[in-house]
């Protein structure tokens, strides 16, 4: 699916980690098919006709240690909620599906807010917090994002897992902080819901 003008880009990395480097190329910016869920090797998750990859409750994978500064200068561990569903998104304020989305991801935040769900943004591409604090202005984003201008965060998830693949890209955890489900493209309100209800009831 194509969003506007969607170039292939691609990180500048100074002296980086050959992973990183690694990784970065492979990342699709703003845009790819959020049908092809990608992964490689025997994977234990499955994508619905509606692009949302999930994995079943037995054979979900513990999420990598996500933590770092927040755009507002905080520190944040998002280890810190497990007991509640997290729902990550891995957006750039120079994304225009991310700005196409950024209005359902505030709405639902606020609908699920008192249901144990917490939204949390990992911000990447962007060489400076200014544009990234000005889209969540603009935007009304009332929960807080990571800053990640290098895509180091991203680089924590392990190989064969719902990891982030492209910007947008949006994966949930359980409560137990184990990675139930992830999208590859952007997002309105009716298929965050789909991914994140069903998260919400389990017990």
């Known amino acids: 699916m194509s969003y506007g003008r969607a170039p292939r880009r691609r ?27 990608g992964g490689g090797g025997n994977t234990n998750f499955v994508t619905g006709s509606g692009g949302i990859s999930t994995v079943a409750k037995a054979d979900r994978v513990a999420a990598p240690k996500l933590d770092g500064e927040t755009l507002d200068g905080k520190q944040l561990d998002v280890a810190d909620y497990k007991g509640k569903v997290v729902v990550l998104n891995v957006w750039g304020s ?6 196409a ?40 984003i009332p929960y807080p994002s ?12 392990p ?17 137990d902080g184990k990675i139930a489900a992830r999208y590859l493209t952007a997002l309105d309100s009716e298929k965050l819901h789909k991914m994140i209800d069903p998260l919400i009831a389990e017990k």
């Open 94 to 99: 120079w994304c225009a599906p991310c700005r």
């Open 101 to 140: 989305e950024a209005q359902h991801f505030a709405r639902v935040a606020k609908e699920t807010k008192d249901q144990d769900v917490q939204f949390v943004g990992i911000n990447t591409r962007d060489a400076q917090k200014g544009p990234a604090q000005a889209f969540e202005k603009e935007y009304g």
């Open 146 to 157: 990571l800053f990640d201008p290098n895509g180091e965060l991203l680089l924590r998830f």
């Open 159 to 175: 190989k064969g897992t719902l990891r982030p693949q492209a910007i947008p890209s949006t994966v949930v955890l359980d409560k």
């Open 11 to 37: 990180f500048t990395l100074l002296a980086a980690p050959a992973a990183a480097v690694a990784l970065a190329l492979t990342l699709t910016a703003c845009g790819g098919d959020g049908n092809k869920a």
